[in-house]
């Protein structure tokens, strides 16, 4: 059953919202759910490719990104974590939206069935309570960027020095 078929008569809300009211909140969390999946995916799949660059490039005489993964490797795998942890939190904040709307939209054919009404459901969708996942995972990500920054900078800093081994190493080979 559509938004635009509910009778507003079936609204058992004190401020009896309108159905355009209520389809504009309910499309609102859904593209809070689409930003909160590619969010999550973000955070999966970027950690994974740095981690696969980084290690694709150590060996004996490592690249740059391998110097990266030899300086600062525990700074990676922290960073890694943060990341992939900010990926999970932006997912359950993605399902409790998603459950929200469920709940929203249950309450809006049958108010039973939930046992709630429309305007308490959207209160507490609303809530900060709700969204501290969404807090969290923004947290987790800074942390995360933070320990890829730290790796990648203590490299940099020594730069100078890795360029000499690099130029040393195929000096030997020439």
């Known amino acids: ?3 635009d078929s509910i009778e507003t008569s079936m609204l058992q809300t004190p401020t009896n919202y309108s159905r355009e009211d209520l389809k504009l909140y ?3 969390v859904e593209k809070e759910m689409n930003i ?8 999966a799949l970027a950690p994974a ?21 030899n ?3 525990s700074f990676i795998v922290i960073a890694t974590l943060l990341i992939l942890a900010a990926a999970g939190f932006f997912y359950g904040q993605r399902s409790t939206l998603a459950w929200f709307y469920g709940q929203i ?12 009404s429309v305007q308490q459901w959207l209160r507490d969708a609303d809530s900060w309570a709700t969204w501290t996942r969404y807090k969290r995972s923004f947290l987790y990500l800074t942390l995360g960027a933070i320990g890829y920054s730290v790796a990648f900078g203590a490299v940099a800093f020594e730069t100078p020095k890795l360029h000499m081994n690099i130029a040393f190493r195929m000096r030997k080979h020439l």
């Open 36 to 43: 909160m999946g590619v969010l999550s995916a973000f955070c």
């Open 71 to 73: 300086t600062g490797h």
């Open 105 to 116: 939209s249950l309450a809006l054919i049958d108010p039973a069935m939930t046992g709630r």
């Open 26 to 28: 309910l499309d609102y």
């Open 49 to 69: 490719l740095a981690i696969k660059e980084l290690l694709e490039n150590i060996g004996p005489s490592p690249s740059y990104l391998g110097e990266i993964w």
């Open 1 to 3: 059953m559509s938004l």
